[in-house]
């Protein structure tokens, strides 16, 4: 079994555990830098409407963009819980 495989099937079992991903998540977010990525990406996908007016597709692409924060933080959230 090559090092890769080892490394792969280690991440691959951590992947499978709900738990551990938002311990991750966490663990990154909520650092000083994380504190800084987190006020980025509100500014950029969270402090503006999602709303563009007869333009469907961009609409659905910025609340794609929010979608991902508003989950980052929930995370976060959760983990502070």
Do not use: C, W
């Amino acid at each position: 079994m090559s090092r890769g495989s080892v490394v792969k099937s280690g991440l691959e079992k951590k992947l499978s555990d709900p738990k551990r991903i938002a311990q991750a998540y966490a663990a990154f977010f909520n650092s000083e830098d994380g504190d800084i990525i987190m006020e980025d990406m509100r500014r950029a996908f969270d402090s503006r409407s999602s709303h563009v007016p007869g333009d469907p597709y961009t609409t659905a692409y910025r609340e794609g963009q929010r979608n991902v924060y508003q989950f980052i933080l929930a995370l976060r959230e959760e983990d502070n819980g």
